[in-house]
């Protein structure tokens, strides 16, 4: 029973779909190198803990894709590194905010490191100038001592806006693709 009124709300999304937006069509493959590339960006990324009360605790957080897994950097005694000690499952999304949008959406198990200088200077001047580097990390060391939360991607899935949805002549579909 469960089973036929998942379905007819299925069917009643697409029909309005249908009369929204003009197209039934939800998905429509995008290319590992896309995704790559895409998770190369300077993009904030939301890392997703979980207290101990079992409530999400969701924070922005900057990050580098490298190797097929994700480097985060957070403050050393933080909620975020505390969570991760009691549950090391976390999801982290990764999105855009410019159209065409998209999400990369990555569910795994953390890792706690210490963070290695380079590391932190190579995530750090994706989201900095330049010129502003060096103090931002020297007062950083000082005020704000770091950690890296290393993730190996245990499942990854995507979504992407083929156009601009606020456009009134746009006709915008949502994508959903899993990556294995």
């Known amino acids: 029973m469960v089973g036929v009124k998942v379905q007819e709300e299925k069917s009643r999304y697409v029909e309005l779909r249908l009369r929204v937006h003009g197209e039934k069509h939800m998905s429509f493959p995008i290319s590992s190198n896309e995704i790559e590339d895409f998770l190369s ?49 976390v999801a982290v999304t990764v999105d855009s905010n410019t159209a065409p949008n998209k999400v990369v959406i990555i569910e795994a198990t953390a890792k706690i490191e210490e963070l290695r200088e380079e590391i932190e200077r190579r995530i750090c001047q994706r989201y900095l100038k330049k010129e502003n580097l060096d103090e931002y990390l020297e007062l950083s060391h000082g005020y704000y001592p770091q950690i890296l939360i ?16 606020y456009s009134q002549q746009a006709s915008a579909r949502l994508v959903v693709g899993w990556l294995g």
């Open 150 to 165: 290393r993730i190996h991607p245990e499942k990854k899935h995507h979504m992407g806006l083929l156009k601009d949805p």
């Open 41 to 89: 960006e300077s993009n904030i990324a939301r890392i997703a803990t979980v207290k101990p009360d079992g409530s999400p605790h969701v924070t922005p957080v900057w990050c580098l894709w490298e190797n097929n897994q994700l480097l985060i950097l957070i403050m050393k005694g933080s909620v975020k590194e505390s969570n991760i000690k009691q549950k090391k499952k």
